[in-house]
Structure formats: C-alpha cells, structure tokens
C-alpha cells in the first residue's frame, strides 16, 4: 500500500509505456533462506524479469552469526538514493506494526514522476535550460576501453572494500584541506587505481549526481529515479599526486554543478516519452544514449537513526549497483557508522575479478597511506 509499484511488472509491447497490476504480495516478494553461501548467492545475483516479476525482491538469509536481509530492486523502480528511501520507509514500518502501532500510508509515496524537481521553475527557466550546450555524453570517448580478458565465462561476483572509520576520517581531513569533496576523492583514487592496471594515463568515466537537490524544499516526492550523469575527463600521468587528480575533478565537476543545465537530459526524456511511441523511442534510445563503460557513484550516507528495526542491531549496511556485464565496470560507495564501502558488482570470468579486486585493494591503499592528521569531526 506504501508502495503501489510493488505490485506491478512493466510492459513494453504497445506503444506507450505502461505498468501492470499484477496484485504482488510480500509472499511473492520475500525469500526466506537457510541454504548455503554458494544457494544464497545465486539468488542474490539473479535477474529480474520485469515484464513477468515483481520489481523487488528482498532475500532473508538465515545465518549462524545473524540474519543477512538482502534488497535487490530493478533499475526502473529507483537509483541508490532511492533505494535509502525504500530501506528507511520499510524499517518505520516494521517498527510500527511490531510495536502495534497503526501504520498509515504515507501518500508521498505515490509521487514518483519528474514534476518535483521543476515545481518552482517558470516557463522562460524552463526554456534557457533546453537552449544550453550541456549535454550528458558529450566529452564521452568512443574508444574508452573497459575491461574483458576474454574469459569466456560470465558469471556474477560481488566484491567489497571497507574504508573503516580512521582511514575515512583521514580522506575527510585531507580532501577538506584541497577544498574539494568527499566525492571529488573517491572518484580521485578511482581513476588513479584504474589506470594504474591498465597501463592508461586518461580515464573518462561519469559520476552519478542526485538531482533531488532540485527539489523545492517542502515538495513531496516519492521513490524514484532522480540521478543525472556528470562527465570527466580524467588525465593520470606518473607524477601527478593524489592532490593533482582531486584537484582536476574538483574543477570539471564544479562546472557541472553550476546552474541547473543537468536538468536538460530530464526535459528531453519526458518530452521524447510524450512524442515518440515506445518502439521507435526503445531504439533511439539504445542508439544515442550511450552507457559509458567506466562509471561511478556515491550513493551517501545510510542514517542509522531511520535505517533500524527495533532492538535488532544492525552490523553494516551497503549498497550496490546493477550487475554490470563486462567490459561495463562500475564503483559504488556507500557510508555507514562512519566506514565507506566501495563495492563492485559484475558479470566476467576469473581473471576479470581478479583484476576488479586489485583495483580496489588499490584504492583502499591509497587512502591508507595518506598521512595521519588530526581527527577529523564532521
């Protein structure tokens, strides 16, 4: 009832878009599971159907040491910023209902078009943004390689590293005193650790920007997607420092947040959607909407005040992306009780993972070995 979208598949086969009541419960929804890692993996990593399943699923593994509550979600359902919203919505009502409090439908949540993020914006605002140059995939090169070692296998592994407190709180320090952003460095490290095993000395990979800060504060918006690319160029050269490499998105990524240009991919979305019936739009779309090879993004901070159930501590807490399938390579970081995750997530053969756990064994010991400084308090 919170989430009506839940109970729905998504259908293509007419020419408008469409979502389909297919009446979902949380029985067709909830996977309870007492099997081994290997059992619980492969259904942790398996694909959703969207024309025939529910967009969500969420996986109970039942463990020795405690339970693992697994949520995996369809990109058309939200991004990672969404996916918080989904968490804390769904932790609140598990508090409730094992409290016995009533539980009431938040109403917000039903709102999930693109109409928020211009509720405040007038018809001549409307039209400077679409007469702009931005355009999303513009500096992205052709012949930006990704990663495939031709393994001849493609199977799913998931790979995490750690930043715990002190090291995090060490990059907090050191990013604050470039003038840069946390995010700025993360994607730092992460150009430097990827052209160090390729033997590359430029990188051009996005970084994934959360358009909800152009949401009018007091507008209702619901689970959703509302994520824009943000493109850079990234030079690596054997003397560069960290410093350099921070310093040169720092700059790139302070052009793309000026103004609110980025909303332009939105306005061409919603009016493609409105003029061209699905099949023709489904074509162009795979034609000029590249997916760059190398991506990244930050999803933030996961608040531990609204993401609890109750008595029951929660240990760690991360969130991933889509399985790529090589030679897509994609970084996301995700922070909570004060350590950042970087996690991986892909499709490949063994040598495609060993490399994908060197770079991030390299990011992590970059940021280790930055100098200790003074404690950094947020």
Not at 299 to 308: F, N, S, T
Request: charged fraction near 25%; include cysteine; hydrophobic fraction near 40%.
């Amino acid at each position: 009832q919170a989430f009506p979208l839940l109970r729905c598949c998504f259908r293509g086969d007419s020419r408008k878009l469409r979502w389909v009541d297919k009446g979902f419960t949380a029985e067709d929804i909830l996977h309870v599971l007492d099997a081994d890692e290997a059992t619980f993996f492969q259904a942790f990593a398996a694909d959703i159907d969207i024309a025939c399943e529910p967009l969500l699923k969420v996986i109970l593994h039942r463990k020795v040491e405690g339970d693992l509550l697994c949520t995996v979600s369809s990109h058309i359902v939200c991004d990672g910023a969404g996916v918080k919203q989904y968490l804390y919505l769904l932790s609140e009502i598990y508090r409730k209902l094992k409290n016995g409090e009533t539980v009431s439908v938040p109403a917000f949540e039903r709102q999930r078009g693109t109409k928020p993020l211009f509720a405040d914006m007038r018809f001549r605002e409307k039209c400077k943004i679409m007469q702009s140059p931005f355009n999303v995939y513009a500096d992205e090169p052709k012949n930006q390689a990704g990663i495939d070692f031709s393994g001849g296998l493609s199977d799913p592994y998931i790979e995490w590293r750690t930043l715990q407190a002190a090291s995090f709180n060490t990059l907090k320090h050191f990013v604050k005193a470039q003038g840069a952003t946390l995010n700025d460095a993360l994607m730092a490290v992460y150009a430097r650790a990827f052209c160090k095993n390729t033997n590359a000395q430029k990188v051009f990979f996005p970084s994934t920007m959360d358009l909800r800060k152009f949401v009018p504060a007091g507008t209702a918006y619901g689970i959703s997607n509302y994520s824009g690319y943000c493109m850079c160029r990234i030079e690596v050269k054997p003397e560069d420092s960290f410093a350099d490499t921070i310093a040169q998105i720092s700059g790139q990524m302070r052009v793309h947040k000026a103004g609110k240009n980025i909303l332009k991919s939105i306005m061409l979305w919603n009016f493609a959607v409105r003029m061209m019936p699905y099949p023709l739009l489904k074509h162009y779309f795979t034609k000029f909407a590249l997916r760059p090879l190398i991506t990244f993004s930050n999803v933030g901070i996961l608040d531990a005040e609204q993401l609890h159930f109750g008595e029951t501590p929660v240990k760690y807490v991360r969130i991933a992306a889509t399985l790529k399938r090589r030679p897509h390579v994609h970084i996301t970081a995700s922070t909570y009780a004060g350590a950042c995750t970087l996690s991986c997530t892909f499709r490949g053969g063994p040598e495609d993972n060993r490399f994908m756990c060197k770079m991030l064994d390299d990011m992590c010991a970059e940021i280790d070995q930055l100098p200790q400084s003074l404690p950094f308090s947020d």
